[in-house]
């Protein structure tokens, strides 16, 4: 069975940097578009993802500051977080959909086939 784990979270102050990794296992990690979703008290947002030809997408809010990269020889994507924010706050999780072409973001764990329990990131001062 899949499984997605996310580490690398932690509290940071405003202006400060942070790398997300998430390590899947179980399935074919070169088949599936992989996302980055933020989840906070009453919101849930995409951040951002990568599809399986490494092209890559971010919402408006993270563009410039936040790259996604992935390494398909380890199964594992990241997210570089630079210049964060205290409304970059939130649950960071990791969310795999099966490749059809073009990546469509969702932001609800029903939309992807594998969904991590994920990593809580704290920018405050």
């Known amino acids: 069975e899949g499984r997605l784990e996310e580490s690398g979270g932690g509290l940071v102050q405003p202006g400060g940097s942070l790398t997300l990794s998430c390590a899947a296992s179980?399935?074919?990690?070169?088949?599936?578009?992989m996302n980055w979703v933020r989840q906070a008290p009453g919101k849930s947002e995409w951040v951002s993802g990568i599809?399986?030809?490494?092209?890559?997408y971010y919402t408006a809010s993270v563009e410039g500051r936040f790259t996604i990269s992935r390494d398909n020889a380890k199964s594992t994507v990241y997210l570089q977080m630079n210049s964060l924010r205290p409304e970059d706050t939130g649950v960071y999780h990791c969310?795999?959909?099966?490749?059809?072409?073009?990546?469509?973001?969702?932001?609800?764990?029903?939309?992807?086939?594998?969904w991590g329990q994920g990593t809580q990131v704290t920018v405050s001062s």
């Open positions: 599809d399986r030809r490494s092209e890559t």
């Open positions: 179980g399935f074919e990690f070169g088949n599936y578009d």
């Open positions: 969310a795999a959909r099966r490749a059809i072409g073009t990546l469509v973001a969702g932001t609800d764990q029903s939309w992807y086939h594998y």
